[in-house]
């Protein structure tokens, strides 16, 4: 409540004060006592927040990109293999950056659906089925702080047991080598420098997924006070010992195996840059591996240092290897927009050469014959680039508009559409219809 000044000090302080002064005094006045009865005025109310452009652009296109896409059954042979790509960034935007849980309800129906299909529809290609896991794995995570249910329990049980039998039980073969697939993993570690052809003791892509897939469940177990299950916890004993054995560190960060790979048949070809009818092979001794399969590791290397206790050496290490990894792709990979491009682009391979890659790996005519220089730059709208956290990539996403100009859709497309109509993942429809603007949307809102 206002004090009021007796008449005599209003009249003494007139006479002192100019008029326009005192006219300024009054209105002052009035409105500090809340009007001119003397009551308090009501609190002035808050503008309503503003939400972040992204996120309502997102929550537009959601339902008719990723919203129906998890409607159908993806764990299918001819869908689990894109699958394990293409959700990797939704299910980060659900549950960690906009952790909302209407769009978490989503996924739990998806997994629910998976796990009554868990038993007949496993499929039998172990690459895409664990690229496949890592994805539930990476779910499983995320709500186990407040509490599995029953249908979550289930699907953690059924991951380890099949995890178990992959690694320490199930006989195999492959390129020379026999065995459990953790023996065959230390055969190749104990190979080094004996191989012929040297492909044979290269780290495959399936054998990277067990690693990252027992950094997760490490993490899971470590946080339930469980005492780690053995296979886990072999699997990143050889996952520590097999990056420290095969590192190879440049002047910009590091490389994976270098060389490894270059007389491997869709590597014959780097040392040509145009494509024709008749390539001649023109193999680059000591290549990296490419741009593309090399989308994985940024979060492949964050699920190893989860694997470890904090402040242990190896997942420091981990962490050391997820700096390296960002440095060499930004420093010799990554190509920014510009005035020539519209859109961020790669080069074909992490040593940033740019060569050709896949030559006549397929025999559909409607395709092209191989990859062209910057042509796996599409896998910056599909892969887990993003997750290396860089500030000048998020930019990058955040300034992409949408539709694509031709040219940028043309060479993101790689090889060109879709072959197979039965797929859920279809090109371009990818990039056409909002899928491809969603993750560049998720990819933009990414902050360490």
């Not at 978490?104 to 895409?128: P, V, W």
């Not at 059924?158 to 026999?178: I, M, P, S, Y």
Request: include cysteine.
């Amino acid at each position: 409540m206002c004090n009021m000044m007796s008449m005599n000090s209003v009249i003494s302080s007139i006479k002192r004060i100019p008029w326009v002064v005192f006219g300024i005094m009054v209105i002052l006045g009035v409105v500090a006592c809340g009007g001119g009865d003397g009551s308090s005025s009501d609190p002035i109310p808050n503008p309503p927040p503003t939400k972040n452009p992204a996120v309502e652009a997102i929550e537009q296109l959601w339902p008719t990109t990723v919203g129906d896409y998890l409607e159908q059954d993806l764990w299918s042979p001819i869908n689990i293999y894109d699958a394990g790509v293409v959700l990797m960034l939704p299910l980060e935007y659900a549950f960690h950056i906009d952790n909302n849980a209407s769009l978490q309800i989503q996924f739990h129906d998806f997994f629910e659906r998976y796990l009554a299909e868990f038993d007949t529809g496993l499929d039998t290609n172990d690459l895409s089925r664990f690229q496949f896991y890592y994805v539930l794995a990476r779910y499983l995570a995320y709500t186990q702080d407040s509490g599995w249910n029953s249908v979550q329990q289930e699907l953690y049980s059924k991951l380890l047991a099949d995890f178990n039998f992959v690694w320490l039980e199930e006989d195999t073969a492959q390129a020379g080598n026999a065995g459990t697939r953790v023996e065959i993993i230390q055969q190749k570690l104990n190979n080094i420098g004996n191989a012929s052809p040297k492909y044979t003791r290269a780290t495959i892509d399936l054998e990277l997924f067990g690693f990252a897939i027992a950094g997760e469940l490490a993490a899971m177990q470590r946080k339930d006070g469980q005492t780690l299950h053995v296979a886990v916890q072999e699997m990143l004993q050889l996952a520590y010992a097999n990056f420290q054995q095969e590192v190879a560190y440049t002047s910009n960060g590091w490389l994976y195996q270098p060389g490894q790979w270059d007389d491997y048949v869709d590597y014959l070809y780097a040392g040509n840059t145009e494509l024709s009818e008749n390539l001649e092979p023109s193999p680059v001794p000591g290549i990296a591996t490419d741009s593309s399969h090399s989308h994985r590791m940024p979060l492949w290397l964050l699920s190893l240092a989860k694997g470890f206790p904090e402040g242990s050496e190896e997942r420091e290490y981990f962490e050391g290897l997820s700096e390296g990894f960002e440095s060499q792709f930004m420093s010799v990979v990554y190509v920014p927009s510009s005035a020539e491009f519209s859109g961020p682009r790669m080069t074909n391979f992490m040593d940033g050469n740019n060569g050709i890659y896949r030559y006549r790996f397929h025999n559909n005519p409607e395709l092209k014959l191989g990859y062209e220089p910057y042509n796996l730059s599409g896998t910056l709208l599909t892969g887990f680039y993003p997750f290396m956290y860089n500030t000048q990539l998020r930019q990058e996403y955040a300034d992409l508009t949408f539709p694509l100009s031709d040219t940028t859709l043309q060479l993101y497309l790689g090889l060109g559409g879709t072959p197979d109509v039965e797929r859920a993942f279809q090109l371009p429809d990818y990039y056409a219809e909002g899928y491809a603007q969603v993750y560049s949307l998720i990819a933009s809102l990414m902050v360490d």
